[in-house]
Nanobody
Framework: QVQLVESGGGLVQPGGSLRLSCAVS????????VGWFRQVPVKARGGVSC??????TTYYATSVKGRFTISRDNAKMYLQMNNLKPEDPAVYYC?????????????????????WGKGTQVSVSS
């Protein structure tokens, strides 16, 4: 059974850090392009970061560049979030794409991702 399970969300003060993890089962993560997305109420889900399965190309949304870092190993993917800002709160989702088209240096292609976690809430408040 395919599963992606996020963890590590929570409440943090502005300027604080969180590390999100996504544990997967039911498929070989090493063969997939992986990404993180986020969604706030009344807005569409948007791409945050991704790593291409082949050459390791990474993408970061402009709003998180320099603050967030994506990484992966054979069983999990991670999103290190530093210097969190009031505009970062959202439900964060991990996702995987059995495709070479899900991640480029300049964009993340959400439609290519066919495996999704249920999300973890990140809140930023003083």
């Amino acid at each position: 059974q395919v599963q992606l399970v996020e963890s590590g969300g929570g409440l943090v003060q502005p300027g604080g850090s969180l590390r999100l993890s996504c544990a997967v089962s039911g498929f070989e993560l090493a063969y997939y392009t992986v990404g993180w997305f986020r969604q706030v109420p009344v807005k569409a889900r948007g791409g945050v970061s991704c790593i291409h399965r082949g050459d390791g190309t990474t993408y970061y949304a402009t709003s998180v560049k320099g603050r967030f870092t994506i990484s992966r190993d054979n069983a999990k993917m991670y999103l290190q979030m530093n210097n969190l800002k009031p505009e970062d709160p959202a439900v964060y989702y991990c996702a995987a794409a059995d495709s070479g088209y899900g991640c480029y240096s300049h964009r993340i292609t959400q439609v290519e991702y066919d495996k999704w976690g249920k999300g973890t809430q990140v809140s930023v408040s003083s």
